[in-house]
């Protein structure tokens, strides 16, 4: 009696561990493994699930299934404030955002869409404009964004291109922009790159020089 006690004991330990095991690993799956930075000409790929991001001007607010739920502009010692909703279609893909602001006392609305990936390729800023300002985003097949178009009322304006620096470990430390215009038809490209010298324990930057400026910033996570 007390041997099949204690197989019987024993199975039910091991399906205790494999029923954790399995929630545990759905759990996981659920959580976003990045965190998409947009706003105010920001796209960035950020490792974890970011709750705040503060740096010089802006804070931005994300929810835990890494939506942007708010920006807040920080400036004339007050607190300007985009606030958005995330739409899903039936299939639980995200397939725009929309924030809401105000200026001069006027509600003003813009829209980020979002490809079949979940990455941001077009922003339309102010919709209430007879034509609205529309950015364009573009990726590599390992989710980079690789190239950006600016357009004001239907024509390009700028387009920048972007290299990612690594080190040894594989891990992201800095930036290389590649900027052309519209003055000589986008033919020639200046550049400048951005280095990140702090790091925090999801390598992700919190400190970094880019034309002898130096940026900071701080991130707090779910």
Same mark, same amino acid.
């Given at each position: 009696?007390?041997?099949?006690?204690?197989?019987?004991?024993?199975?039910?330990?091991?399906?205790?561990?494999? @029923?954790?095991?399995?929630?545990?690993?759905?759990?996981?799956?659920?959580?976003?493994?990045?965190?998409?930075?947009? !706003?105010?000409?920001?796209?960035?790929?950020?490792?974890?699930?970011?709750?705040?991001?503060?740096? #010089?001007?802006?804070?931005?607010?994300?929810?835990?299934?890494?939506?942007?739920?708010? @920006?807040?502009?920080?400036?004339?010692?007050?607190?300007?404030?985009?606030?958005?909703?995330?739409?899903?279609?039936?299939?639980? #893909?995200?397939?725009?955002?929309?924030?809401?602001?105000?200026?001069?006392?006027?509600? @003003?609305?813009?829209?980020?869409?979002?490809?079949?990936?979940?990455?941001?390729?077009?922003?339309? !800023?102010?919709?209430?404009?007879?034509?609205?300002?529309?950015?364009?985003?573009?990726?590599?097949?390992?989710?980079?964004?690789?190239?950006?178009?600016?357009?004001?009322?239907?024509?390009?304006?700028?387009?920048?291109?972007?290299?990612?620096?690594?080190?040894?470990?594989?891990?992201?430390?800095?930036?290389?922009?590649?900027?052309?215009?519209?003055?000589?038809?986008?033919?020639?490209?200046?550049?400048?790159?951005? #280095?990140?010298?702090?790091?925090?324990?999801?390598?992700?930057?919190?400190?970094? @020089? #880019?034309?002898?400026?130096?940026?900071?910033?701080?991130?707090?996570?779910?």
């Amino acid at each position: 009696m007390s041997s099949i006690f204690l197989q019987t004991k024993v199975w039910n330990v091991l399906i205790l561990a494999i @029923i954790i095991f399995l929630i545990s690993c759905t759990h996981l799956k659920q959580e976003p493994l990045v965190t998409w930075l947009y !706003g105010y000409g920001n796209v960035e790929k950020i490792n974890g699930r970011v709750k705040k991001l503060t740096e #010089r001007y802006f804070s931005f607010t994300f929810n835990k299934e890494g939506d942007l739920v708010k @920006i807040e502009d920080l400036f004339k010692n007050g607190i300007d404030t985009t606030k958005y909703s995330t739409i899903y279609n039936k299939d639980n #893909r995200k397939i725009e955002s929309i924030g809401l602001y105000f200026e001069e006392g006027k509600k @003003i609305r813009e829209i980020f869409k979002y490809d079949i990936k979940g990455h941001m390729t077009i922003y339309i !800023g102010n919709t209430n404009a007879l034509s609205p300002d529309t950015d364009r985003f573009f990726y590599d097949k390992a989710g980079n964004l690789i190239e950006q178009q600016i357009y004001f009322e239907k024509k390009p304006l700028w387009t920048y291109k972007f290299r990612y620096l690594y080190n040894k470990s594989a891990v992201c430390t800095g930036i290389e922009q590649s900027t052309a215009t519209w003055h000589d038809n986008f033919k020639t490209f200046t550049k400048d790159t951005t #280095r990140y010298i702090v790091f925090d324990s999801k390598y992700n930057w919190l400190k970094a @020089i #880019r034309n002898g400026d130096t940026l900071t910033r701080k991130i707090t996570y779910y």
